[in-house]
């Protein structure tokens, strides 16, 4: 039985007696094979320009081109050079014959008389595995197109968002400030915190769209990650905010902290893991940041609390769509900001590790070199 395929397959048969060509019709010709049959060597690589095929039967001794020089020929061009051959011979069995055959690419050598069963059961195999072959490229092809569109359903729907939800959040902020009534103070306030979580779970779609492609965009430029760590502090923590107040961050600078890196990206980084630190805190406890330039090749920025993270979530945490939750809080989101700290991590030719235990706490740890490797034009490619 030939495996279900919408094209037929196509077996390419040289042999330059006639007789040969129609009994080999005879005996292979069925429904969803085709074959294609010449009677030279000059012929068959005419035939292979226009055609794919899925295994090559030549006979060995044709005048002109023989078998051994077709399948040559064959192996040079790299449009043919993964053709199966089979090579069909009248000629006794010879050793150095046979060595040549197969340093020309042949597969297997079949000796006339042949048994018929013996043919057609070979022919299946390679004609099964060409199908296979393809139907793999072609599902490939819808995977690749899928997570395409996907990534440009993402992209556009976070454009498209951005714009009301920006009026909505500053409409909320507006009402907080004007509205006299503390109900509605309140009901804004909670408008405003639902608006700046919907805010973040676009910014993640989008530096998904960015980031699943598997190149990029880098602007390298001699920074420094202290400078940027600061920043990033500043803006999750507000000095009268009972939740997250400025005191409740602590951020140690060893050795030189400066490098070349993305600014944009690296702060990307800096505001997944010091926001999930502070989310995730034990009430009362200092969220350590630690950026280590005590090596001369590399730094490092560690972000830990006094959290533990589940065994079983730990294995799967850096994975797109894998969020985490602490039973004693309510916070979930998509489950990018981890796998985008990852991805980012690897642009810069660095890693991102995590440890977490009971009574240690947690502690993510980003290790970048001071100088991206295999960084050309501003691309970084980290597969």
Same mark, same amino acid.
């Given at each position: 039985?030939?495996?279900?395929?919408?094209?037929?397959?196509?077996?390419?048969?040289?042999?330059?007696? =006639?007789?040969?060509?129609? !009994?080999?019709?005879?005996?292979? =010709?069925?429904?969803?094979?085709?074959?294609?049959?010449?009677?030279?060597?000059?012929?068959?690589?005419?035939?292979?320009?226009?055609?794919?095929?899925?295994? !090559?039967?030549?006979?060995?001794?044709?005048?002109?081109?023989? &078998?051994?020089?077709?399948?040559?020929?064959? #192996?040079?061009?790299?449009?043919?050079? $993964?053709?199966?051959?089979?090579?069909?011979?009248?000629?006794? +069995?010879?050793?150095?014959?046979?060595?040549?055959?197969?340093? !020309? /690419?042949?597969?297997?050598?079949?000796?006339?008389?042949?048994?018929?069963?013996?043919? #057609?059961?070979?022919?299946?195999?390679?004609?099964?595995?060409?199908?296979?072959?393809?139907?793999?490229?072609?599902?490939?092809?819808?995977?690749? +197109?899928?997570?395409?569109?996907?990534?440009?359903?993402?992209?556009?729907?976070?454009?498209?968002?951005?714009?009301?939800?920006?009026?909505?959040?500053?409409?909320?902020?507006?009402?907080?400030?004007? !509205?006299?009534?503390?109900?509605?103070?309140?009901?804004?306030? #909670?408008?405003?915190?639902?608006?700046?979580?919907?805010?973040?779970?676009?910014?993640?779609? @989008?530096?998904?769209?960015?980031? #699943?492609?598997?190149?990029?965009?880098?602007?390298?430029?001699?920074?420094?990650?202290?400078?940027?760590?600061?920043?990033?502090?500043?803006?999750?923590?507000?000095?009268?905010?009972?939740?997250?107040?400025?005191?409740?961050?602590?951020?140690?600078?060893?050795?030189?902290?400066?490098? @070349?890196?993305?600014?944009?990206?690296?702060?990307?980084?800096?505001?997944?893991?010091?926001?999930?630190?502070?989310?995730?805190?034990?009430?009362? $406890?200092? *969220?350590?940041?630690?950026?280590?330039?005590?090596?001369?090749?590399?730094?490092?920025?560690? *972000?830990?609390?006094?959290?533990?993270?589940?065994?079983?979530?730990? $294995?799967?945490?850096?994975?797109?769509?894998?969020?985490?939750?602490?039973?004693?809080?309510?916070?979930? /989101?998509?489950? @990018?900001?981890?796998?985008?700290?990852?991805?980012?991590?690897?642009? +810069?030719? /660095?890693?991102?590790?995590?440890?977490?235990?009971? &009574?240690?706490?947690?502690?993510?740890? *980003?290790?970048?070199?001071?100088?991206?490797?295999? *960084?050309?034009?501003?691309?970084?490619?980290?597969?």
């Amino acid at each position: 039985m030939l495996p279900a395929f919408s094209d037929p397959v196509k077996v390419l048969v040289v042999d330059d007696v =006639e007789k040969n060509l129609l !009994a080999m019709q005879a005996l292979l =010709e069925r429904p969803g094979l085709e074959l294609l049959c010449v009677s030279s060597g000059e012929a068959a690589l005419e035939l292979l320009l226009q055609h794919e095929v899925a295994l !090559a039967l030549v006979d060995v001794n044709m005048p002109g081109m023989d &078998g051994f020089e077709l399948a040559e020929l064959m #192996r040079s061009n790299a449009r043919t050079r $993964t053709i199966p051959v089979i090579f069909i011979t009248a000629a006794l +069995h010879d050793a150095s014959r046979a060595f040549r055959g197969y340093q !020309a /690419g042949a597969v297997d050598f079949l000796y006339k008389p042949f048994e018929p069963d013996v043919l #057609r059961s070979k022919v299946d195999v390679f004609v099964a595995l060409f199908t296979q072959r393809k139907q793999l490229e072609l599902h490939a092809a819808e995977l690749k +197109h899928a997570i395409y569109v996907n990534d440009m359903f993402n992209a556009v729907l976070g454009h498209d968002l951005r714009t009301p939800l920006a009026a909505v959040m500053t409409g909320a902020e507006v009402i907080m400030h004007t !509205a006299a009534q503390p109900n509605i103070v309140s009901t804004a306030a #909670r408008i405003r915190s639902s608006g700046e979580r919907m805010e973040k779970m676009v910014a993640q779609l @989008l530096a998904l769209a960015g980031t #699943r492609s598997g190149e990029i965009p880098l602007e390298l430029a001699n920074g420094d990650y202290g400078a940027v760590c600061e920043q990033i502090i500043c803006e999750l923590t507000n000095p009268a905010s009972p939740q997250h107040g400025r005191d409740d961050v602590r951020l140690t600078i060893e050795g030189n902290a400066e490098g @070349l890196f993305d600014k944009h990206r690296i702060a990307q980084v800096l505001s997944n893991l010091v926001a999930n630190a502070l989310l995730h805190r034990t009430p009362g $406890t200092l *969220v350590e940041v630690t950026i280590d330039g005590s090596r001369q090749d590399r730094v490092s920025i560690r *972000v830990g609390n006094e959290g533990c993270i589940e065994a079983d979530v730990l $294995t799967t945490i850096f994975e797109p769509y894998r969020s985490g939750k602490r039973a004693s809080t309510n916070a979930s /989101g998509l489950g @990018l900001g981890l796998y985008i700290v990852k991805r980012l991590a690897e642009a +810069h030719g /660095g890693a991102v590790t995590v440890q977490s235990s009971v &009574g240690e706490g947690t502690q993510f740890e *980003v290790a970048l070199p001071r100088i991206p490797p295999n *960084v050309k034009s501003g691309i970084a490619n980290p597969q």
